[in-house]
């Protein structure tokens, strides 16, 4: 099979989108209050209802939620909050799409928080395997292994490019390899080309899911160059190459992000990436909704450190009361000894 891969770029139709749109909040809308509960009890036909509402103008976003979570943490606050994650499944061109949706949702349901992209977070554990029923198959995290390198895009932004290596029991199953046709641009009006042989998965996302799960969507999809998957026994593979583990990924996209001078949350720490910042005493907040449960929580604490202050100073003056006490009894004594002396010198 030959492919030929163009540098696609697929501009959102305005109009269709945003009519999409209208059409999808209108229908939200009606279901709001029974989509919310449905998530709230844990139950998966929220996610189906909500899913099945994006009209086909909007196939290219997919819906996920978390329930009682700020950020997917179960933090002050967070109790009775459904969290919604809009996908532009990692796809650069449907990110357009996303800001809008999302932009809409959180106007007209203040209630709900909405993010883009998959629900992330840096404490989320590392997947143990991967199971793929169709394929009767199970790939544990240690068949995946990766090399690293970072380079910088033409407007100096870092991006972090991956050679993922897969063990070879698991290759044959998951992996396949095509003929690529690269379309070079343009020479003397005709088209320079040139071909090789790359490794696709195969029927499945089982390498997207580890990857999804190490990094997330926000950093596969905004600061990863390319990704190439081959089997451990590859030609191209030196000898003496080193593969590490995917937890390392981690590690690697946070230097990334450190170079892009990100901004996070100042109380849920999301990515000010993924929402509008805005800055109040040089904080930075995703949403209202932080920005007001943070002032609380501070709010809270001078009020603890206040009573803790009243508290110190009543139990001085109390030490102080007890010392006076003691200082009147004993001169009583002195004064009573005295008398008793003057009596018997007498
Ligand atoms: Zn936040």
Redesign the pocket.
Known sequence: MIYTIYKAKVYMNTEKTLSAIDLFINDFEKYYESINSYILDGNIKGLVILNSLLPNELSCIEIEASHNT??LMNIEGSNGIVEYFISPKTNKDNIAVMDELRCRCTKEFPNSRFMNYRAFNYNMPFLKEIEHKALKITVPYDAIGYQGSISYNDKCKPLLNIIIVVKKPYCDKILIKKRVVFNNGEDNNSKKTSERMVWFQNKNNIVDLYLLNAIGEYNLTNHVGYIEILPEDAEVIVDGSVFTELADLRNEIKIIEKRMNYKY??????LDIV?PINKYENKY???D??NTLDNQVQEQEVQVQEEQVQEEQVQQEQVQQEQVQEEQVQEVQVQQEQVQEEQTNQ
């Open positions: 700020i950020n949350c100042a109380y849920c720490q999301a929402m907040y995703c949403s909704l932080c």
